[in-house]
């Protein structure tokens, strides 16, 4: 009989493609892995790997029973889920990636009010990028995650994946308190064409975003500095170095030496979507969750 946990073992393998880097996503030896690879090589009777320069890639058998063992992988998760659906018990251990601004803003308060209201659950928490976060839950490595796309920009999400809107968040042009905007209750993209921004770098969804912004405007934003860090962005604009757009949520105090201007046309929001996959839809852990992060979730 096929072994479930080399099964998972060898899908992993193959959607990191070597034997290490799925050893690290799973929380394993590379040795524990590579074992459990021979056993189901030994079960199958077939080699299921194949050494390509420095790394690994599934025999045509190990493709087919990947392929086909990621529907069953799928199917015993559900039967899981729906056993502890029937107990009515919110317990277990639920794998939790999200954004950081989420993260602070978000998740530290939902995973402390969750952590008192169901003693018999524990959760562990990461922080990805939104793309990487729906690969994760997609390929069954974290069972909930925080992503977020802007204006009417959806997220690519597989159909086995299910989403949940937790809540939209405005983000707001914060600028030097000596800036000329500084007095103004709201600007649009046309008061800013000249300005030099600091921003997320190329390929992140908040500059993309940025840019969007400008449609309409016959221009690109100018970018004079990037950071990764929303708190980086208010400590060079605290030092009159440029202007940033910060969303809301988890955002850090602003001090004396900043302004936050609201945005029209557009107004830049973004949607924060829970992202689980549809065979553990009926996990009352899962479901404890998702209630929790809509219940304490922006506006």
Do not use: N
Request: with cysteine.
């Amino acid at each position: 009989m096929i072994d479930l946990a080399a099964l998972a073992a060898l899908r992993a393998v193959d959607q990191h493609g070597s034997v290490v880097a799925a050893a690290d996503a799973l929380g394993f030896t590379p040795s524990a892995v590579s074992q459990q690879v021979k056993r189901l090589e030994r079960q199958a009777g077939l080699g299921l790997l194949e050494r390509v320069g420095r790394g690994v890639m599934l025999t045509s058998a190990g493709r087919q029973l990947v392929d086909d063992g990621g529907r069953l992988l799928a199917e015993v998760e559900r039967i899981e889920a729906d056993l502890h659906a029937s107990s009515g018990t919110v317990a277990g251990h639920v794998r939790l990636t999200t954004f950081s601004t989420a993260m602070r803003g978000l998740v530290a308060p939902a995973t402390r009010r969750l952590l008192s209201e169901h003693p018999a659950l524990t959760v562990s928490l990461t922080e990805e990028e939104p793309w990487e976060a729906v690969d994760l839950v997609a390929q069954g490595h974290v069972d909930v995650a925080l992503a977020h796309s802007w204006g009417d920009v959806p997220l690519a999400v597989p159909d086995h994946v299910t989403q949940t809107v937790v809540g939209h968040d405005v983000a707001d042009v914060v600028v030097h308190r000596d800036h000329r905007l500084a007095g103004h209750a709201v600007v649009t993209p046309h008061d800013l064409v000249d300005e030099g921004w600091i921003a997320t770098p190329p390929g992140t969804i908040c500059r993309e975003w940025l840019g969007r912004m400008y449609d309409g405007t016959g221009q690109q934003p100018r970018i004079a500095h990037q950071s990764r860090e929303f708190d980086s962005h208010l400590a060079l604009v605290a030092a009159d170095l440029g202007i940033a757009l910060l969303p809301r949520l988890g955002r850090a105090p602003l001090t004396t030496d900043v302004v936050a201007v609201e945005v029209t046309d557009p107004v830049p929001t973004r949607t924060i979507t829970a992202l689980h996959r549809r065979s553990t839809a009926s996990s009352p852990a899962v479901r404890a969750v998702l209630d929790t992060l809509v219940a304490l979730g922006p506006a």
